[in-house]
């Protein structure tokens, strides 16, 4: 039995493999104390396995938060267990695109299974979840209606602000404005997305093309980003929000095997 952990700034997401099959998986959204929130989704995975803790063998943590887990064996970087999970699941994807809480990365692997080139966001939480998050507390709006309200503009706003704090400024504008919501919403996905297509065009973007992370469920979102990049994005087998975490349970079934 393995186990990976991925905690992030935002959600702890957790799997537990026996061999290649993923018997429990659990994302846990928390607010802060990433020990705890790591605790957490590990009670909460194993309950859903029928596992005790003495029963993994060997867990490997990844995500902004890996040194805070405290049941790992080992650690690794979110890029090779992207690429270890894409590996397994579908390797005929060679671009990554990772877009999570208050990160963004993307990877490009060649045929043979190697991570060629990589880039990630500087400092900024722009294009990412958390920005998403602020905007729909701004709208008071949920996340599932900020996701699904895209496809209902006739006419989206323009977000021009690159800071997340002055995006949010012109949203309560537009608001105030008497700006119908789904145009609203649909500006702020264009705008993420616009965020996210930057990125990925600083490396060489090679199909199959794949969005995981929590940006990955919204519905918008992914709509615009294939129509910034002309491309069409592949589907995925699991919750985009996994990917992370199951790549770290392959690792550390080779970091038991070895």
């Known amino acids: 039995m393995y186990a990976g952990c991925d905690l992030g700034t935002v959600t702890a997401k957790m799997v537990i493999m026996n061999n290649d099959e993923i018997l429990a998986s659990e994302v846990l959204v928390y607010k802060n104390l990433p020990r705890q929130a790591a605790g957490d989704v590990f009670e909460s995975v194993l309950s859903a396995a029928g596992l005790v803790p003495d029963q993994i063998d060997y867990c490997v943590a990844t995500g902004f938060g890996k040194k805070a887990v405290p049941f790992a064996d080992a650690s690794s970087p979110e890029i090779v267990c992207l690429n270890r999970a894409f590996r397994m699941l579908d390797p005929e994807v060679k671009t990554i695109i990772d877009a999570g809480g208050q990160s963004m990365r993307a990877i490009n692997i060649n045929r043979q299974g190697k991570v060629i080139d990589s880039t990630t966001n500087e400092k900024c939480a722009a294009g990412t979840g958390k920005f998403i998050e602020v905007m729909a507390r701004a709208l008071e709006l949920s996340l599932d209606e900020v996701s699904q309200l895209p496809a209902k503009s006739k006419d989206p706003v323009a977000i021009t602000s690159q800071c997340g704090v002055f995006a949010e400024s012109e949203v309560i504008t537009y608001v105030n404005d008497g700006k119908n919501r789904a145009d609203i919403v649909a500006g702020i996905a264009r705008s993420v997305a616009g965020k996210v297509s ?61």
């Open 198 to 258: 930057s990125l990925v065009r600083r490396i060489s973007l090679d199909e199959k093309v794949a969005l995981v992370g929590g940006v990955a469920r919204n519905d918008g979102v992914v709509q615009y980003v294939e129509d910034e990049l002309d491309v069409k994005l592949t589907g995925l087998q699991n919750d985009p929000q996994l990917y992370g975490a199951i790549g770290a349970a392959l690792v550390a079934k080779e970091k038991h095997a070895g």
